[in-house]
Nanobody
Framework: QVQLVESGGGLVQAGGSLRLSCAAS????????MGWFRQVPGKDREFVAG??????VYADSVKGRFTISRDNAKNTVSLQMNKLNPEDTGVYYC???????????????WGQGTQVTVSS
């Protein structure tokens, strides 16, 4: 099974930017839809952004601020996050995904994620 490692999180002020990266090993993700998800303590993990063979899909809360991209040669997926606000705080995870109007994760297990904290 492909293993996914997230990185790039940190502490940023509201209005700032971060770029997250998801690196895959043990297999290629080039032929898979990929998604980013986030979780806040006490809440369910939620969909953030996904990328398929024919485009990207976003949660309404991040449209116009976040951009998902992939580099198949490097076997990575990235999430550029701009105009961050405190509601974006959480642990961000990537996963192979099934995407339609939004994405759902395919793998039942998750990596360690990367913490994003946005201060007001």
């Amino acid at each position: 099974q492909v293993q996914l490692v997230e990185s790039g999180g940190g502490l940023v002020q509201a209005g700032g930017s971060l770029r997250l990266s998801c690196a895959a090993s043990g297999g290629t993700i080039a032929s898979h839809a990929m998604g980013w998800f986030r979780q806040v303590p006490g809440k369910d993990r939620e969909f953030v952004a996904g990328i398929t063979w024919n485009g990207a899909v976003y949660a309404d809360s991040v449209k116009g601020r976040f951009t998902i991209s992939r580099d198949n040669a490097k076997n990575t997926v990235s999430l550029q996050m701009n105009k961050l606000n405190p509601e974006d705080t959480g642990v961000y995870y990537c996963n192979v995904a099934f995407c339609a109007r939004q994405c759902t994760p395919v793998f039942g297990s998750w990596g360690q994620g990367t913490q994003v904290t946005v201060s007001s």
